[in-house]
């Protein structure tokens, strides 16, 4: 594998110079190429019993509803809905082969985004517990896309949030109107990216080598998958960062 970066310069009309730099990447690319085979393995092997889980919670919830224990009834719906997040995310796991050729598949519908951000905050609860979380109202904004997968993306950026920052510490989601557009913004008071770095995190399997992330775990995916989604939106996402003081991932949607 070689990396070429560089221009083409005519001086006259039959001599064309080419000035760059040639490297080789062929370790680099074949680390990439094991760890995500790595990650599809294990997403696989975690899929079955997953599957199996469900059947059960299922199962036993239908049993719980005909024994009529209320109790029973709410705590199977609750363990069921993050069994069905945790086949979603493996799901996307093993999606991101098709990711990478551009073949992330987008089902569009109107929805409104403040339902959606009241969702994802409860959803996501088991690991934002810790943080002070405050959603600013959408103001009944809808949108037209496809309403998992931007579930998805503001999971993975309210995780993120609270991973990489301590607890105690406040996570703001914002919205706002931009004529035809809408805003979306998630701030944490956290680590902070570097400048060298907030160019690369949306990179597939990148994460930022420090004594402090080393503590988190994770696959560096979570933002490339939100970066393919966004961008198969017509949108844009960016992050805004200050080592010590935090960071502000923002995305940009048409509106329906
Ligand atoms: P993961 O969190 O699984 O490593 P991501 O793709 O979500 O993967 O993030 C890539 C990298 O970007 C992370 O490893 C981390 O170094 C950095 N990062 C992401 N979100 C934040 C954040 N809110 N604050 C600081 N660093 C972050």
Redesign the pocket.
Known sequence: WLSITGGFTSFDETTTYFSGLVMDITEQKKNELKRSKFIGMVSHELKTPLTALKAYVQMLGNWAQKQKDNFAVGALSKVDKQVRKMLNMINSLLNLSSAEVGKIHINKQTFSLDNLLKEVVEETLFITSSHHITVAPCDNIEINADRDKIEQVLV??L???A???DKGSAIYVTCSREEHKVVIG?Q?E????TEE?VEK??LPH???E?KE?EK???????????SEIIQRHDGKIW?D?EIGK??T?KFILPIA
Do not use: E
Not at 216 to 223: A, D, M
């Open positions: 993975n950026l995780s993120n949030a991973k990489y920052s998630i944490d956290g680590m902070g990216i770095a995190v949306f990148y994460r930022v420090s992330t988190v775990t994770g696959f560096g995916i979570g933002l490339y998958l939100c992050v960062s935090g960071s991932f």
